[in-house]
């Protein structure tokens, strides 16, 4: 397998008149590799994937997909892409294999192949049993996973996924998720945008945390943790008019402590011993929890705020 | 691949447009048909016997053969609006498909284009289906009536064009399409010599005909249809104006395309 990257960006900037979408971001992306871009809505994450797929010229900085730029080799980079985009667009008036067999002549595949291939996405997507039906007629969770078969019809090596479980049910979320591992298996590049940390976590092998257009960090996503918090978090609510009171008495009994509107954050590598230092001390929380550090508590660190606000 | 979607790319989102189409088989079915049968049966039966019972006759023919290609024309011209106003906002907004084949190796000058291919070919079989009515009602006399069919998609481009332009400028719909239908459209159509001479009416009226594709058509149909007089050098004029229309809205249309699908 080759080790060159299959996406380099370098000093990748965009601006919208005075406003700068993207500021500066550098990063490889190595061929199998799950990569991800983690960060509240605004940050720039999908003007990112758009310059990635070549539909959104950049204002500065270098940008390969497989050795070629996508401004200057346009068509060709995108025959290569899988994009799913952030909101579904088929096309509700067609069938669901229409739609397959349809999105697939764009890139110039005939009938006869897409006959067969569009039985094979829709046996991926699980959708066999609705090929006949019209899309309008198809769930949340389906209309997905049919854009995300349809984004395969042209077996791309790179798939680029801006949010993809936006707006799915927890059940609906892990089905996709099952789809996209199987995907990776079978080597495919795969791009995710998202702001929901359990979700980068779950996919990605590696990540960068945007904000306001700019890295903030970069790893996996154990790295991340490892690097910007600790190994638990302790979650206190005392009522909203006490959080802010019990700050002074609750710093000396953890690394690190976040004041958010409805809770305290206690970081700290062991959580059920905080919690007993925390009674111990006369404080009586109205609830506690007890949880692994996540990638939320990593950009709440790096940005001083909550990714869904 | 690639090169086979830049020299065809136009054609597949052609071909698109009529898959779409095909889904709404009977509605186009019905209106291929039931327009013509309905116009030939109003103007033939009834205004057209009216007037021919009282020797009336406009350059010489009946009136149902002085109507029907004006009529063929401007219904296909006017249905090419909603082609290229509600079709377009849709692809841009309100279903947003036009953002699936602009992230594929196509360009989006050849969604624009492909949108007009589709159109032709509808409206080549509308026209085609009107005229067999015309035939059929005998009110297309001359051998070469059938020439009426290509002026008629002509006009339906030339109108639909420079309105799929503006379209896709638009990010919402408010009463723009209604107020260009009424207040656009709708006297292009009713002066535009359609059910009279365009002569008859006051110089100061002429020049709404004279600026509506429709009265351009209509001309070019009624000289295929039963063969009205014209000089020569005025159905050039009437070609190059159908023409010039289609081509400046089509290139203004892929300029716009491009600059919202890759922006």
Redesign the interface.
């Given at each position: 397998m080759s080790t060159a990257p299959v996406i380099q960006a370098r000093d990748l900037r965009k601006k919208y008149g005075d406003f700068t979408a993207v500021d500066g971001i550098s990063f490889d992306v190595m061929p199998g590799e799950s990569f991800g871009l983690l960060g509240p809505n605004g940050a720039g994450k999908s003007t990112t994937m758009r310059m990635i797929?070549g539909?959104?010229?950049r204002s500065g900085g270098q940008l390969t997909i497989n050795g070629l730029d996508p401004e200057e080799n346009?068509?060709?980079v995108?025959?290569h892409?899988g994009?799913i985009?952030q909101?579904d667009?088929?096309?509700?008036?067609?069938r669901v294999r229409?739609n397959l067999i349809?999105?697939g002549?764009?890139?110039?595949?005939t009938r006869s192949h897409l006959k067969e291939k569009s039985q094979e996405l829709l046996e991926f997507a699980q959708l066999t049993e609705k090929a006949d039906e019209?899309v309008r007629e198809l769930s949340g969770g389906m209309k997905r996973r049919l854009t995300i078969a349809?984004g395969l019809v042209?077996d791309p090596k790179i798939l680029l996924l801006d949010e993809p479980t936006t707006g799915l049910d927890p059940q609906a979320r892990h089905t996709l998720w099952d789809r996209l591992f199987r995907l990776k298996e079978q080597g495919v590049t795969l791009i995710v945008t998202t702001h929901f940390m359990d979700e980068a976590e779950q996919l990605c092998d590696r990540l960068i945390v945007v904000d306001k257009g700019s890295i903030m960090a970069e790893g996996s996503p154990a790295q991340l943790i490892r690097e910007y918090s600790t190994r638990e978090v302790l979650e206190l609510r005392f009522g909203s008019s006490r959080n802010e009171a019990v700050v002074d008495q609750l710093e000396q009994l953890a690394e690190r402590i976040e004041v958010l509107p409805d809770r305290v954050l206690l970081y700290t590598a062991d959580g059920e011993a905080t919690l007993e230092k925390v009674t111990q001390a006369g404080l009586q929380p109205v609830t506690s929890l007890v949880r692994r550090s996540s990638l939320e508590d990593v950009f709440l660190r790096l940005t001083g705020r909550t990714l869904i606000d | 691949m690639t090169e086979r979607v830049r020299r065809w790319g136009a054609l597949y989102h052609a071909e698109h447009y009529l898959l779409v189409a095909r889904a709404f088989l009977w509605t186009v079915l019905l209106n291929a048909i039931g327009t013509p049968l309905l116009y030939m049966v109003a103007m033939g039966v009834g205004l057209g016997s009216l007037l021919d019972a009282k020797g009336t006759t406009v350059d010489g023919v009946s009136y149902l053969v002085f109507v029907a290609p004006a009529i063929m024309v401007a219904t296909s011209a006017q249905s090419a609006f909603g082609e290229n106003t509600y079709t377009v906002m849709a692809g841009f907004k309100w279903q947003r498909t036009y953002y699936g084949p602009a992230a594929t190796p196509m360009d989006p000058s050849q969604i624009a284009w492909g949108h007009q291919i589709g159109i032709a070919i509808r409206y080549l079989f509308q026209a085609s289906m009107f005229w067999v009515i015309m035939v059929l009602f005998d009110a297309a006399p001359s051998v070469w009536s059938f020439l009426a069919i290509p002026v008629t998609v002509l006009t339906a481009l030339a109108m639909g064009a420079p309105m799929q332009a503006y379209a896709a400028t638009l990010d919402s719909e408010g009463a723009q399409f209604t107020t260009i239908q009424r207040f656009v459209v709708m006297p292009m159509f009713l002066f535009a010599g359609t059910f009279f001479a365009l002569s008859s009416m006051p110089i100061y009226l002429q020049w709404i005909g004279w600026i509506s594709p429709m009265w351009h058509g209509s001309q070019l149909a009624r000289w295929a249809s039963y063969g009205l007089a014209e000089p020569w050098w005025l159905r050039v004029v009437h070609v190059v104006y159908l023409a010039g229309l289609f081509l400046l809205g089509g290139t203004l249309a892929a300029r716009t395309y491009r600059r919202r699908l890759w922006s």
């Open positions: 797929g539909t959104l010229a346009g068509p060709a995108r025959a892409l994009v985009p909101q667009n088929l096309d509700e008036d067609l229409e349809m999105y002549r764009y890139f110039g595949l019209r349809r042209n | -």
